[in-house]
Antibody, heavy 116, light 110 residues
Framework: EEQLVESGGGLIQPGGSLRLSCAVSGFTVRSNYLSWVRQAPGRGLQWVSIIYGGENTYYADSVKGRFTISRDNSKNTLYLQMNRLRVEDTAVYYC??????????WGQGTLVTVSS | QSALTQPPSVSGSLGQSVTISCTGTSSDVGLYKRVSWHQQPPGTAPKLLIYEVSNRPSGVPDRFSGSKSGNTASLTISGLQADDEADYYCSSYTSSSTYVFGTGTKVTVL
């Protein structure tokens, strides 16, 4: 069974850093497109970042230069390094496998709260 | 990277049909078949409902159907049931190699 399990969320002060992890089972991170999507409290889904084959990466304008998506093939894990965090980055962060046809397979999410 | 436009809410009685629109541009919805729909009941993670405009993953009832015309995609729920109450989001691939989500629609079953 394919599964994505996020971890690493928590309470962090503005300006701080946090690294989210997404442990994958049932398929390999090496050969799949993987994305991060977030949802602020009471708000809609917002696409954050994606990593394609060959380490091609793309970001939403709101996180470009602050967030970095990466993967560790040996650990079969996706990461999101978040630096210079802002209050408006507070959200549940979901990882997802994205198929060539645009289908998303979702994880359960991890909550990041940026507050002083 | 503007969000795709959806109506904030739609409602229908048990057994009726409702349709949710998702309007983008010629750089996303209008250009690609990679349009998906996601269902999110309260307090849960999103779940894929429709992919590639009109395809259903296994396990999704055929009461859910998708279509697209120009820059607008649509999700129709037929034979509305109580557990269809949820938030629904569309998503699309874009010409910038990114993805964009819709603003979300709350479906209420009367």
């Amino acid at each position: 069974e394919e599964q994505l399990v996020e971890s690493g969320g928590g309470l962090i002060q503005p300006g701080g850093s946090l690294r989210l992890s997404c442990a994958v089972s049932g398929f390999t991170v090496r050969s799949n497109y993987l994305s991060w999507v977030r949802q602020a409290p009471g708000r809609g889904l917002q696409w954050v970042s994606i990593i394609y084959g060959g380490e091609n990466t793309y970001y939403a304008d709101s996180v470009k230069g602050r967030f970095t998506i990466s993967r560790d093939n040996s650990k079969n894990t996706l990461y999101l390094q978040m630096n210079r965090l802002r209050v408006e980055d507070t959200a549940v962060y979901y990882c997802a496998r994205v198929s060539l046809n645009g289908a998303f397979d979702w994880g359960q999410g991890t909550l990041v709260t940026v507050s002083s | 990277q503007s969000a795709l436009t959806q109506p904030p809410s739609v409602s229908g009685s048990l057994g009726q049909s409702v349709t949710i629109s998702c309007t983008g541009t010629s750089s996303d919805v209008g250009l690609y078949k990679r349009v998906s729909w996601h269902q999110q009941p309260p307090g849960t993670a999103p779940k894929l409902l429709i992919y590639e405009v009109s395809n259903r993953p296994s396990g999704v009832p055929d009461r859910f159907s998708g279509s697209k015309s120009g820059n607008t995609a649509s999700l129709t729920i037929s034979g509305l049931q109580a557990d269809d109450e949820a938030d629904y989001y569309c998503s699309s691939y874009t010409s910038s190699s990114t993805y964009v989500f819709g603003t979300g629609t709350k479906v209420t079953v009367l």
